[in-house]
């Protein structure tokens, strides 16, 4: 597997020869390690990740198209719930809640196929960035129940409740915690990176 790993790396230099790999030791040894921009790390952090994400595709194979079924079922969860939100069904349809049905669903979707990426990505590599994307992507059906339930009327004591009163503008939360949690995850790996790298020899 390691033979074959090596090869698959080599062809993909080959393939994409406009992105050298980077050097992240540096400098030769005994040599001052070269100053470099947090642009230039962050172009190594990234090609860290990608090496990363390479030789975990080629250990899970099964694993290697969740990433884009992810994609798929958000855009494809979200774009049905517009669609029907703003379709024309029949009298007495709540549209609005049907559409929180539809992405409630797509959301848990994302959050199952994201968790069984995670959690081999960190027992391997205790790469933590798509646990981030579990806890992030938590706060859209958390939010898309109750507000679900405040619309259905199906506990009406419950409907008339203050939750319900502000649960609708608790959405842009819900976004926010979506944007933040990920956001933060892959910044606190950036710095885990960053505090690896050698540190700089004095000239």
Same mark, same amino acid.
């Given at each position: 597997m390691s033979s074959e790993a090596g090869f698959f790396m080599r062809l993909r230099y080959l393939i994409l020869p406009s992105r050298p790999p980077p050097i992240l030791c540096g400098a030769a040894p005994g040599r001052p390690v070269p100053k470099h =921009?947090?642009?230039? @790390?962050?172009?190594? +952090?990234?090609?860290?990740v990608d090496t990363r994400r390479y030789e975990f595709d080629l250990r899970h194979p099964r694993l290697r198209w969740l990433p884009v079924l992810i994609a798929f079922t958000f855009v494809g969860s979200t774009s049905a719930a517009i669609v029907l939100n703003g379709a024309a069904l029949t009298?007495?349809?709540? @549209? +609005?809640?049907?559409?929180?049905?539809?992405?409630?669903?797509?959301?848990?979707?994302?959050?199952?196929?994201?968790?069984?990426?995670? @959690?081999?990505?960190w027992r391997e590599d205790r790469d933590f960035r798509y646990v981030g994307v579990v806890v992030g992507f938590a706060s859209l059906p958390v939010w898309g129940s109750?507000?679900?339930?405040?619309? =259905?009327?199906?506990?009406?004591?419950?409907? %008339?409740?203050?939750?319900?009163?502000?649960?609708?503008? !608790? =959405?842009?939360?819900?976004?926010?915690? !979506?944007?933040?949690?990920?956001?933060l995850v892959v910044l606190n790996?950036? @710095?885990?990176? !960053?505090? %690896?790298?050698?540190?700089r020899a004095a000239p």
């Open positions: =921009s947090l642009v230039d @790390r962050w172009k190594e +952090y990234r090609w860290q009298p007495g349809v709540n @549209r +609005y809640l049907i559409g929180l049905l539809v992405v409630d669903c797509g959301m848990v979707a994302v959050e199952v196929m994201a968790w069984l990426i995670g @959690r081999k990505l109750v507000e679900a339930t405040c619309v =259905s009327h199906l506990i009406p004591t419950f409907t %008339g409740s203050t939750v319900c009163s502000v649960s609708s503008g !608790l =959405s842009w939360l819900a976004v926010l915690w !979506l944007i933040t949690i990920p956001s790996d950036f @710095r885990r990176f !960053l505090n %690896g790298l050698p540190s």
